[in-house]
């Protein structure tokens, strides 16, 4: 099945910085990608998303790539704020014949420093 | 708020129980997904519903088992639980079972086995 490797698990950067999370999933069929935000206590909100016939999306200070050769896709934000501090999951979707089949990575718990 | 409610939202129980999570996707949305998240834990499939038939399956254990009834709202039933089953429980609904339909989550049932 799809694995799922996110990194790094923690990440903390000064206010204004720029943060990236990355990941790398193993199977090649996977063909959406979305990134989840979830604050404390919280549940997980859709951040961005995209697909595998794009090679990067933008929305704001927010940005993803995804190189379908290598297997690898991340996630950018720039000047971050401290209403970024929260933890990111990447997903990798398999679609095929009418079903999803959904596979998360282990989160990266990103602290913006004030 | 999502629109997707899920309860109860916490559950205490002692090991070897059974118990019953419900949730009720947003108005609209056909598919219903299942996932747990245990602590310090990303998010793992579990289930994946659509229109009342299933449609995928994670790391669902065969102790664990969920139906998705006419009016579309969706039950996971827990039984013989152990400790490790303590977690969060999220329910997700989407509009379809296509690709790309973004995925809506509820607050999540905090399941406590004491």
């Known amino acids: 099945g799809e694995n799922v490797e996110q990194h790094p698990s923690t990440l903390s950067v000064q206010e204004g910085d720029s943060a990236v999370i990355k990941c790398t999933y193993s199977?090649?069929?996977?063909?959406?990608f979305p990134w989840y935000k979830q604050e404390l206590g919280k549940r997980p909100q859709l951040i961005i998303d995209?697909?595998?016939?794009?090679g990067e999306k933008k929305d704001q200070r927010i940005a993803v790539t995804l190189n379908k050769t290598a297997k690898h896709f991340s996630l950018h934000i720039t000047e971050t704020q401290p209403e970024d501090s929260a933890v990111y999951f990447c997903?990798?979707?398999?679609?095929?014949?009418?079903?999803?089949?959904?596979?998360f990575g282990t989160g990266t718990k990103l602290q913006v420093i004030p | 708020d999502s629109g997707v409610t899920q309860t109860p939202k916490h559950l205490i129980t002692a090991t070897g129980q059974r118990v019953t999570l419900r949730c009720s996707p947003r108005?609209?949305?056909?598919?219903v997904y299942w996932y747990q998240q245990s602590l310090d834990q990303g998010l793992q499939f579990l289930i994946q519903?659509?229109?009342?038939?299933?449609?995928a399956k994670g790391n669902i254990l065969e102790r664990f088992s969920a139906q998705q009834f006419p009016d579309l709202h969706s039950e996971l039933n827990l039984s013989s639980l152990e400790l490790g089953d303590s977690a969060l429980y999220f329910c997700?609904?989407?509009?379809?079972?296509?690709?790309?339909?973004?995925?809506?989550f509820g607050p999540g049932t905090r399941l406590t086995v004491l």
């Open positions: 997903a990798a979707i398999l679609y095929s014949g009418g079903y999803q089949k959904v596979t």
């Open positions: 199977d090649s069929a996977s063909n959406y």
């Open positions: 995209i697909r595998s016939n794009v």
């Open positions: 108005s609209g949305d056909l598919s």
């Open positions: 519903y659509y229109n009342g038939e299933e449609r």
């Open positions: 997700a609904s989407a509009r379809g079972t296509g690709a790309y339909n973004e995925q809506f």
